[in-house]
T-cell receptor
């Protein structure tokens, strides 16, 4: 498994502001993913964070709203831009280890509340 | 497109009794199936997976799951439930050739004394 650290663990944000979430992994990983879990709902993949290239976004998610950085094989950031109350969610970083199609491991999540 | 269904929003069982959390899937070809558990205010923890081989898969904390291809199901089971098993359980399927995990809607398990 991997140790995945996310910061912040929770935050309360004002409408119209932006917040960057950090994800640090204790080993080098090829695959890193960002998921969103809206209150009382399941997890939805936002994007795959690719090292050395732009992130790959899922349908319904765009780079302007959720810019992602992946500067190296152990770190990634997700920014939630121009936040609205609808962005109140838990954001989870996830990594894949070993060979396909193994399991993914998740961080503890970052709980954002937008007022 | 692949999908996962968890037909029960909540399952209640008494401690010591067996538990089952249901999951059915829809994929083209052979599925890669996973179960995760989420405790309050925590991330997801991996429980077990089915990739190939034996239909009965054993995982963490005494959980197991049975893959049934004809019924397209992957139900999570435990012979004797504990109060500490109370949590939110997610079934997921991974797409073939890709990295995306598609999750079910989750089932809240409540184990009572």
């Amino acid at each position: 498994s991997a140790v995945i650290s996310q910061k912040p663990s929770r935050d309360i944000c004002q409408r119209g502001t932006s917040l960057t979430i950090q994800c640090q992994v204790d080993s080098q990983v090829t695959m890193m993913f960002w998921y969103r879990q809206q209150p009382g709902q399941s997890l939805t993949l936002i994007a795959t964070a690719n090292q050395g290239s732009e992130a790959t976004y899922e349908s319904g998610f765009v780079i302007d709203k959720f810019p992602i950085s992946r500067p190296n094989l152990t770190f990634s950031t997700l920014t939630v831009s121009n936040m609205s109350p609808e962005d109140s969610s838990i954001y989870l970083c996830s990594v894949g280890l070993g060979t396909y199609p193994g399991e993914l491991f998740f961080g503890e999540g970052s709980r954002l509340t937008v007022l | 497109a692949q999908s996962v269904a968890q037909p029960e929003d909540q399952v209640n069982v008494a401690e010591g009794n067996p538990l089952t959390v249901k999951c059915t899937y829809s994929v083209s070809g052979n599925p890669y199936l996973f179960w995760y558990v989420q405790y309050p205010n925590r991330g997801l923890q991996f429980l077990l997976k089915y990739i190939t081989g034996d239909n009965l898969v054993k995982g963490s904390y005494g959980f197991e799951a049975e893959f049934n291809k004809s019924q397209t199901s992957f139900h999570l089971k435990k012979p004797s439930a504990l109060v500490s098993d109370s949590a939110l359980y997610f079934c997921a399927v991974r797409d073939r050739g890709g990295n995306k995990l598609t999750f079910g809607t989750g089932t809240q398990l409540k184990v009572e004394l």
